[in-house]
């Protein structure tokens, strides 16, 4: 039988290594390699490829790769150039302001799926991204949408307890420590069309010793703030959640 050619091959081979990230977040080349049935050596070069592209990005603090940007972009058609352009400024404004990444998620299925991440221009780091896709119930994101959906949305959430979703509703945001670092805090607020139905959430995340209580404080007013100005154009593109 005759072998596939070179590049019908390597795309194959991406392939592969991208399905691996079908309900999971962060992935080793180890262990990409081992799902995959791949050489180490071959799959490093695969995921290197795969980033370059902005399809997979790399988490230096522990050498795991997720799904990238680009990715998410490609997933997310509702969410084109053009969309982007009308909520990007307002995101890359609160980030230089908060001086945190700002990322936009929406509701699909039982997922929040990040859309969009701005970063600031200075005091980055990798503590600040959020999951590609995290679990709706259970991530700031996903509670901030939950909180304002529909009162059966509210009750048919079998991880989340009511009395949470109760108080992120009282509170106007949610904030709560990642499931996958301990150390780091998420907060979030939702992003509401002017029917007051959610649209999505718009969420930062960074160290808890920097992320104090005091600094929530001050940056939820304006992350209410510009959630407002993009709900108020959110429009078709954002499918209210119910």
């Not at 988490?59 to 053009?82: F, H, K, M, N, Q």
């Not at 221009?121 to 529909?150: D, K, N, Y």
């Amino acid at each position: 039988m005759t072998s596939p050619r070179s590049g019908s091959q390597a795309v194959e081979r991406a392939i592969a290594v991208l399905a691996c990230f079908e309900g999971a977040t962060d992935l080793t080349v180890s262990a990409l390699a081992a799902r995959t049935g791949l050489a180490v050596s071959t799959a490093y070069r695969i995921v290197q490829a795969l980033v370059r592209g902005g399809l997979l990005e790399r988490d230096e603090r522990t050498d795991c790769y997720r799904v990238g940007p680009s990715l998410i972009s490609l997933a997310v058609p509702s969410l084109g150039r053009l969309d982007a352009e009308s909520f990007a400024p307002h995101l890359y404004s609160l980030a230089a302001h908060v001086k945190l990444t700002t990322s936009l998620g929406v509701a699909r299925d039982d997922v929040a799926v990040t859309v969009f991440s701005a970063r600031p221009p200075e005091r980055f780091c990798t503590h600040q991204l959020p999951g590609a896709r995290q679990p709706l119930q259970s991530s700031v994101m996903g509670m901030a949408i939950l909180a304002f959906g529909t009162a059966s949305a509210r009750r048919s959430s079998s991880v989340t307890a009511s009395s949470d979703l109760e108080r992120v509703r009282r509170l106007g945001y949610a904030a709560a420590f990642s499931s996958e670092n301990r150390d780091v805090l998420a907060v979030a607020v939702p992003v509401l069309d002017p029917e007051g139905r959610p649209r999505g959430a718009l969420g930062v995340q960074a160290l808890r010793r920097r992320l104090t209580d005091e600094l929530v404080r001050e940056i939820v007013p304006p992350m209410r703030g510009v959630a407002a100005r993009i709900g108020a154009g959110a429009g078709t593109a954002f499918p209210a959640f119910r």
